[in-house]
């Protein structure tokens, strides 16, 4: 398989007959740097979380197109082992495909076929805490011949990519007190960055560095200051100790900028804002740290003192466009409160920002990005009716940008929601909420897939789902945009138009993303639905 | 589980030890919370609606307050009673609650039961749409325990009014009674029972009881017909004493 597969990857590019040459004594899953920060020259491979180091979630493999996406069909389906929600997306090198099952499991695949290559089990304890999600998993990372994994119980481990052996693991942070690892890691030089779960569970939310060869911290990013840091004083008394920020899911990087760029999550208790007056540094924001250090070189705060529990854990994508007469490096971000954002990623300056759903809750953005809030939109006893819903207009299922189209896809929820304020008392490893909502749901909410003009955030097609999804997007080099439904669709759209081309009912609902790659030719869609991965090609 | 003995555990205490004041507080707390979150299917007072009253309610699964925690946090799968959000202490209040309306005797529905049980079978030929313990025709919901999960005043307006009351799907997030109206590429109409729906395909099921399979881009249009229904409105074929005992016959059932 793997000299066959060698070949598929050395028609390819240049860059790849190089690096595999290097490696080819060893075996599959080697997975340098560099090879990662050169990922849209081997498309061939899925080599992290979002496909590249700017989150595109974007494959420019074009065998599968407009003209033929009606004559796909699964190439193999792989059950998972234990029942439970599959968020994964895997990643495929060297003709392997590493997967995570839930809740923090691990397996190899013959990505040619689906044949399990090896498993492994991460072991629970039974006092496991889980407080505001199901006991999912989004992926692995890869680096040099290890894949790592973070697990509920609060651990990132570092798995032998040939045999699945534990090289080590390490402590990420007490899961009594709520931490939970959903997140696939971020493997960038030498290290793997990982955020925690746990915002419903009054956490102090950080960003972790750790060496990938034996699993030592080497730095920490508190999202929330503590006493004499700036922003500290954006939280009232004592209440940035359980404040949350949590970092659930996987940022992006710019190997040129040297900047890491993660996402945060709503300040805690979620719907009861009274206890911690103030913005809530730095909640709801996008954080730009230094990856050598954890140093904070630049923040951009979406939703100041937020009471909606719309955190900010989407996908920052990092796009480089003209902007104004001159090139700019910006990342963009389809955020959960239903506004677009275009910023400056080498100084944090907000350039641009419009709703793209419907919302209730601000009349505007200032030029500086801040949202001018409708009084009387926070949580009430009786209930107050805001859009979006607490799941937000987008959630943490990934867009994808199109450098072909320029667009930025999206899967968008929009629902309303009655917002409840209740009682918030702080006790260890328990809920930590303050209130909840009532969702609009049935034919009142409704679901889509946008095309949003990545430098506007204008809207250039939409396409309309049953219900409102929890499934991400990934556009091809093929013209095409490929989504699923809660309703157990997988489908693909006209990346132009967004014209439905081709759809399969998989059976079950699908709450992942898609992702793509090649052997021996062949281009292959993979995308979970219920309790199996379905991956589709052409007929042979 | 091991929460859940605890908080039992904590609760008969609360129960055994709070004084009455204390008690007729965490009542009140009790009964704003019941106000704010239940009200909307258990009715004003508990008394039902779109879920069933609560007075002189026999739990399955609780034989004491703090047994009612649990149904309130995690709701009853498989029905419309969802889970809550509420902190433990919020929990305790409106379950201390909920088991003190459980315990005030329920009043009796007006109407004559046995007569409505005719009227089922009979006059209002309910049977050639319903299923009742095993008998008759399974176009609308089964009603074998209809009783159990619906008030007498939502009843009574499902009768009256049968578009306006669609029971929500239980089966994903829309409902599976909703009315859509069809035409197909050559010119068929198709009206039924939207039974299941995604982007891309339908399936109804039409007043003959036939299911439709339907693709949404073979289609010249299609209408969803909120607020009517396949069943027919009551207000005109039964007298008021009639529709009583209709829904006296309805209340009476509990379960096979």
């Known amino acids: ?540 | 589980m091991k929460r859940f003995t605890l908080l039992v555990v904590s609760f008969s205490i609360l129960a055994s030890t709070t004084p009455l004041r204390a008690q007729t507080e965490i009542l009140e707390r009790g009964r704003r919370l019941f106000d704010m979150q239940c009200v909307r299917c258990h009715g004003v007072g508990a008394t039902g609606g779109e879920g069933p009253t609560l007075l002189g309610r026999q739990f399955r699964t609780a034989t004491d307050a703090a047994g009612i925690i649990p149904i309130i946090t995690g709701g009853i799968p498989g029905t419309g009673m969802p889970g809550s959000w509420l902190s433990d202490t919020e929990a305790e209040a409106l379950a201390a609650y909920v088991w003190s309306v459980a315990r005030v005797e329920a009043e009796d529905v007006p109407g004559d039961a046995v007569r409505g049980r005719e009227l089922f079978g009979g006059k209002g030929a309910c049977a050639t749409c319903h299923i009742v313990r095993g008998e008759g025709v399974g176009l609308g919901p089964d009603l074998t325990s209809v009783g159990a999960r619906r008030g007498a005043s939502y009843l009574r307006e499902s009768i009256l009014a049968p578009g306006a009351k669609l029971p929500a799907g239980l089966r994903g997030p829309h409902s599976s009674f909703l009315i859509v109206s069809v035409t197909t590429g050559d010119g068929e109409q198709v009206e039924g029972m939207r039974v299941n729906e995604d982007a891309f395909a339908l399936n109804l099921r039409d007043a003959s009881g036939r299911y439709h399979s339907l693709r949404k881009r073979d289609l010249q249009s299609m209408e969803r017909r909120f607020g009517t229904s396949l069943m027919p409105d009551y207000s005109e074929l039964l007298t008021g004493e009639e529709l009583t005992d209709l829904v006296a016959y309805l209340v009476s059932l509990r379960g096979a």
């Open chain 1, 1 to 540: 398989m793997m000299i066959r597969n060698l070949d598929g990857i050395a028609r390819r590019t240049g860059f790849a007959i190089l690096v595999l040459l290097l490696g080819r004594s060893d075996l599959h899953g080697q997975v340098p740097f560099e090879r990662i920060v050169e990922a849209d020259r081997d498309p061939t491979t899925w080599l992290t979380y979002s496909g590249n180091y700017a989150s595109h979630r974007f494959s420019s493999l074009d065998q599968i197109d407009r003209s033929n996406i009606d004559r796909i069909e699964p190439s193999w389906v792989y059950q998972i082992r234990r029942s439970g929600l599959i968020e994964t997306t895997p990643l495929v090198v060297d003709g392997v495909m590493y997967l995570t099952e839930p809740a923090s499991n691990v397996t190899a695949l013959d990505a040619r076929t689906g044949r399990v290559l090896w498993h492994y089990v991460r072991p629970l304890p039974e006092d496991l805490v889980i407080i505001g999600f199901p006991q999912v998993n989004r992926g692995v990372a890869i680096l040099d011949d290890r894949v790592f994994v973070g697990t509920v119980d609060g651990y990132l481990v570092a798995l032998d990519a040939a045999s699945g052996a534990v090289r080590w693991e390490v402590e990420v942070a007490p899961n009594r007190l709520g931490h939970s690892l959903t997140l696939a890691p971020l493997a960038i030089d030498g290290k793997v960055i990982v955020g925690t779960s746990g915002g419903e569970a009054g956490i102090r939310g950080f960003v972790d560095a750790y060496d990938a060869e034996n699993g030592e911290r080497l730095w920490r990013f508190w999202t929330i200051p503590g006493p004499g840091e700036f922003g500290n004083d954006t939280w009232g008394g004592d209440s940035w100790k359980h404040g949350a920020g949590a970092t659930w899911l996987t940022g992006s990087y710019d190997p040129d900028l040297d900047l890491l760029y993660w996402a945060t999550g709503n300040p805690g208790p979620d719907w009861n804002g009274d206890v911690r007056p103030g913005d809530n540094l730095y909640t709801c924001s996008v954080v730009a740290l230094n990856p050598h250090t954890g140093e904070l070189e630049w923040y951009f705060q979406f939703t100041p003192h937020d009471t909606h529990d719309w955190d900010a854990n989407q996908i920052p994508v990092l796009v480089d466009a003209e902007w104004e007469g001159r090139d700019r490096k910006l990342l963009v971000m389809a955020n959960r409160n239903a506004f677009y954002y275009v910023l400056d990623r080498e100084t944090g300056e907000f350039l641009q920002g419009t709703p793209y759903a419907k919302q209730t809750w601000a009349y505007g953005l200032d030029e500086r990005g801040r949202p001018q809030v409708v009084p009387g939109t926070e949580p009430s006893e009786e209930g107050t009716l805001v859009w979006p819903s607490l799941q937000g207009t987008t959630n943490w299922f990934s867009p994808s940008y199109s450098p072909q189209t320029g667009a930025l896809y999206v899967a968008v929820r929009e629902m309303g929601s009655y917002y409840f304020k209740g009682e918030a008392e702080y006790e260890e490893g328990r809920p930590y909420l303050g209130g909840g909502e009532r969702r609009l749901d049935g034919d009142d909410a409704q679901g889509w897939i946008y095309a949003l003009d990545a430098l506007t955030g204008e809207r250039r097609w939409e396409f309309r789902l049953h219900s409102p999804p929890w499934s991400g997007v990934m556009a091809t080099a093929g013209g095409l945009v490929f989504g699923g439904s809660n309703e157990g669709n997988i489908f693909a759209l006209d990346a132009e138009s967004g014209e439905p081309l081709w759809s399969f009912h998989a059976g079950g609902a699908v709450r992942t993303n898609p992702m793509s790659y090649e052997i021996d030719g062949k281009q292959y869609v993979a995308m979970a639905a219920g309790y199996g991965l379905f991956v589709f090609g052409l007929p042979d």
